[in-house]
């Protein structure tokens, strides 16, 4: 009995690391489609999913709008956030560095927080599970109907995402502009433009994250400073720059914190992001799936 009962707890550590891994996945990914055209580690990324949660909140459990309109009028809502966050705070900064536009990012990261909380106090927020709360059990483990969207939206936007930056003529034009920002505008990419595109889709990447963990772990106006910490600690243990690093990333981080807090001490949960964070750092600064000129960055 005590080998059986130990098998269910170690199926339900690794059940909620996939699932807190998901969401931490979505905001590498975030992450990753900004650096990836502009080279600006976007630090406001965290706010993003935290918006998504509490406008779904607003918008369903308070006024009462049916799930699917208030899921994609949420999107549509961050997502012109995002531009905006592009339009008011990157495009105006004159002849920009890297550090001035992360410099900016965090301005904006603690704008959009204080408005948060002054629209929506210090209160949690939550919403009704999709699928309703019935616990399924599995070999001793009890997962949470919702866990399932969480992964399940996770393939969905890894999948859509594949689709579109492989056989799309934007996504192309974005990829290219991460290659080669200069080469793409002599061939007529309108840089700007991608740049606006790649902060749009991270805010909508950010809003469905945001909206899918509100009804496991519900949110608050301040949950996105420690939501962009986990997720650019799964963009650094994958890779900076690469997307299935970011998913590799986030899974990996997500099962070492439920398993740490598992087997360790649940105190410890938020720390373990920070340690793997140091430790991919010091002994594998390019990440699991990074190259070569990204280590070096990070070493500079």
């Keep these: 009995m005590e080998k059986i009962s130990l098998a269910s707890q170690l199926l339900q550590y690794l059940i909620t690391g996939l699932t807190v891994g998901s969401i931490y996945a979505m905001v590498a990914l975030g992450f990753n489609i900004i650096y990836n055209v502009t080279e600006i580690i976007n630090l406001a990324q965290g706010e993003f999913v935290m918006l998504g949660g509490l406008i779904m909140s607003s918008l369903h459990a308070s006024l009462g709008l049916p799930l699917l309109p208030a899921f994609i009028l ?4 961050v997502t012109l956030m995002g531009a905006l966050l592009d339009r008011l705070a990157i495009q105006p ?3 920009p560095s890297v550090l001035t536009l992360i410099i900016a990012t965090i301005a904006a990261s603690i704008i959009i927080k204080g408005s948060a909380m ?35 939206f996770l393939v969905l936007v890894v999948v859509v995402m594949t689709l579109f930056f492989e056989k799309s003529i934007t996504g192309k034009a974005m990829r290219a502009c991460a290659d080669n920002p200069n080469a793409a505008s002599l061939v007529g990419i309108n840089v700007k433009r991608m740049i606006l595109l790649s902060f749009s889709l991270s805010a909508a990447i950010g809003a469905v994250a945001g909206i899918i963990v509100t009804p496991i772990s519900l949110m608050t106006y301040d949950r996105g400073a420690m939501l ?11 890779g900076l720059g690469s997307f ?27 720390a373990f992001a920070l340690i793997v964070l140091l430790a991919v750092l010091f002994f594998k600064p390019s990440g699991l799936l990074g190259n070569i000129e990204v280590s070096k960055i990070k070493r500079f």
């Design 93 to 95: 900064i004159r002849r």
């Design 118 to 152: 002054l629209g929506w106090g210090k209160n949690p927020y939550d919403l009704p599970a999709f699928s309703g709360r019935e616990p399924i059990q599995i070999l001793g483990a009890i997962i949470q109907p919702q866990y399932l969207w969480v992964i399940g």
């Design 244 to 270: 299935p690093g970011a998913i590799l990333g986030g899974i990996i981080l997500g099962s070492i914190e439920s398993f740490g807090s598992g087997l360790i001490s649940s105190g410890y949960k938020d």
């Design 74 to 77: 949420t999107v549509v809502l």
């Design 228 to 238: 962009a910490v986990k997720g650019f600690g799964a963009v650094v243990l994958g």
